[in-house]
């Protein structure tokens, strides 16, 4: 097994610095390393991990960053174990010798996404949050909606501070005349950096009304309790908005700024050296499709995904998130090709010739899970990014379809399908290894 190993430090679910690009070049490899060894390419990716969570020594990235949070092993244990994997790898094998024309492929592909600006001083956010009298929270952050869902993020977490419903947040277009100096919502941090600032903001004004309403009863503030639109204090309970109306008679401030820098992240531009992430999301993704060895036309069977969200925000956000995430990925490695004529002139700048997917583009069969363990970071809520890591789960539909190509050869010769996998490329790689070309 040890001449297996590719030096990779686990690059199979490493997003370095040449981002997407890197990532699917080195599956790639990993891939062609296992055909080249006759052996199964999930064998080789696994023998390409870090060491699980306690292993001793710590091990590294190749920019000396300790992988202190690895959990691989029992991510892509459980989707092989949900997806049938092993057993689907098989019937699709028998499939494939009765099928002249149509063939399928099936691949599992992991993902190691690291999170935070790796420009380290735009890790930082703000946020502004005002209660009023009547009890009705207005919050401004530095983030900005984009149909992600952040704003929805970020209100529950300032609701829940206070124990109330979401319903109680309004959330006011962002401003930098509210919150200035706002870093671009971007490396999927959006969450992380501007949830934790407005939960900042709210712990102050909510640590105002605990020592204001536990002085009235004589206890200590750490007592009061914020629960489902109720304060309860020494056996009394009154409602939120009770409160804020005496506080705001005692001239109790209930306005608040809040501010988060990501902590423990030090890099090196220069050297290419430190902790340049605040944690690692982890995800892995099964794609089974077909495709037709006279045309190269092909489509996506179905999708097995199971993504690390941390203790999830918001599930019904986060899946949709990963839904998409996919979708958009195995369309960047699918149908997005560039072309140039001889003048350097973009050929394909328009969706008359750029190939988007759209929604006849996704899995039939498109299954999505979350494994939704506590962030061991201190990240808001103990979630995780949900944006760009699950993008790179499309890298199976590009290594799924070069299984296909490869069930249209007699396993003498290497797929070597390049992204991205247009009906083209498919007919030429089913050329070659049917030994046309």
Known sequence: SHRLKTNTQSATAFR???????????????????????REPLEVRKLNFYGPMGTKPVQTTPYHMPVEDFIGHELVAELERTSDYTTRKAEIVAWN??????????????????????????????????????????????????????????????????????????????????????????????SDLNGMAAKAAAETIRGRLAEFIAEKHQVKPSTVKFVDGTVKVAGEVYGWAQVVAWAYQARVSLSSTGYYATPKIV??????????????????????????????????????LLHDTGTSLNPALDIGQIEGAYVQGAGWL????????????LATHAPSTYKIPACSDRPRDFRVALWNR????????????????????????????????????????????????????????????????
């Open 16 to 38: 370095g610095f040449g981002g997407p690009q890197g990532m699917v070049g080195i599956e790639r490899v990993l891939d062609h390393v296992a055909f080249a060894v006759g």
């Open 97 to 190: 010798a009765k099928s002249p024309i149509l063939k399928r492929g099936i691949a599992l592909t992991p993902v190691k996404f690291g999170i935070s600006f790796t420009l380290t001083w735009l890790n930082q956010a703000g946020a502004l949050v005002h209660v009023y009298q009547d009890g009705s929270i207005a919050l401004n952050h530095g983030g900005t909606e984009m149909g992600q869902g952040l704003f929805q993020k970020v209100a529950q977490v300032t609701a829940h501070v206070f124990g109330l419903d979401v319903s109680m947040v309004k959330i006011t277009a962002t401003d930098t005349g509210k919150v200035p100096n706002t870093s671009a919502t971007a490396a999927s941090s959006g």
């Open 267 to 304: 890099w090196d531009r220069v050297k290419g050296t430190g902790r340049p992430f605040f944690y690692f999301a982890y995800g892995a993704a099964v794609t089974e499709v077909v495709i037709d060895r006279l045309t190269g036309e092909n489509r996506i069977l179905r999708a097995d």
């Open 334 to 345: 699918t149908t997005e090709e560039l072309v140039w004529d001889g003048k350097g002139r």
């Open 374 to 437: 506590a962030n061991r970071e201190d990240a808001v809520g103990k979630s995780k990014a949900v944006g760009e890591p699950p993008l790179m789960l499309g890298i199976s539909a590009l290594m799924a379809l070069s299984d296909a190509v490869a069930a249209c050869g007699d396993g003498t010769a290497y797929p070597a399908l390049d992204a991205p996998a247009t009906a083209e490329r498919i007919l030429m790689a089913v050329q070659r290894v049917e030994g046309h070309v």
